[in-house]
């Protein structure tokens, strides 16, 4: 059994991009951004690549390797409407591993330093008593509701932003569980999850065209690096 398994689950269609893991993004297709930064973290065994776009994968190059394993995703969980959970189910079912690691192609600016730190300070909360982690982005600012009441401060009171109680979102980039973690909720937070706060460079999610602009621009001027392709 593995110590630590990737998982990222990839379809070839894309509703609001259209066959956006297979578009150039900073010079090579988005989806080897994150599974370049995958295979640049050591202490990472194996990445599995779940899928309905085998052969799309083999054309740019990406195969079952040493420490890549490309599945087939079955038929039932094809479509746009499957529950992520429900992908995820599957590989857990078929790859053993004491430690999953769950990020998206669409993610293209996580860095493997920052995927290495999540996965350490997973190991560290498991000692705390935590069961999960997942990534999060710091959030300080003023809400209010539709009808246009504040949530989260009085607007007779104005303070900073800054000295505002912190709010975090959930921003999709890593997910880190155990098999036993997932099995209890059949989900990949459990029932006591660990926030890892994420730099905000780094917390770009790729679903729309402006998205992909915005991220581009961003990537280009941080001059990202993927780490290197198996």
């Known amino acids: ?34 599974v370049d930064a995958l295979l640049s973290v050591d202490i990472i065994d194996q990445v599995v690549i779940n899928t309905d776009a ?59 330093g920052t995927i290495e730190t999540g996965i350490r300070e997973y190991r560290e909360s498991i000692q705390a008593g935590f069961d999960s982690l997942f990534s999060v982005t710091r959030v300080q600012t003023r809400f209010y509701q539709a009808d246009g009441s504040p949530i989260n401060h009085d607007p007779d009171n104005l303070v900073r932003t800054q000295d505002l109680e912190p709010w975090f979102e959930e921003d999709s980039n890593l997910y880190v569980f155990s098999g036993a ?16 706060e994420v730099p905000h460079s780094e917390t770009m999610d790729i679903d729309t065209e402006e998205d992909w602009n915005v991220a581009e621009a961003v990537g280009s001027h941080l001059n990202v690096d993927g780490g290197v392709s198996e």
């Open 181 to 196: 973690s997932f099995r209890a909720t059949a989900a990949r937070i459990g029932r006591r999850p660990a926030l890892f």
């Open 1 to 34: 059994m593995h110590q630590v398994v990737a998982l990222v689950p990839m379809k070839a269609h894309s509703e609001r991009v259209p066959g956006k893991n297979f578009r150039t993004f900073c010079g090579k297709p988005l989806f080897r951004w994150i």
């Open 54 to 112: 085998r052969d799309l994968l083999r054309e740019h190059g990406l195969v079952t390797g040493e420490r890549i394993l490309v599945r087939d995703r079955p038929t039932e969980l094809c479509g746009d409407s499957v529950s992520m959970n429900a992908v995820l189910a599957d590989d857990i079912e078929h790859v053993a591993a004491e430690t999953y690691v769950m990020t998206h192609t669409t993610n293209p600016l996580l860095q493997a």
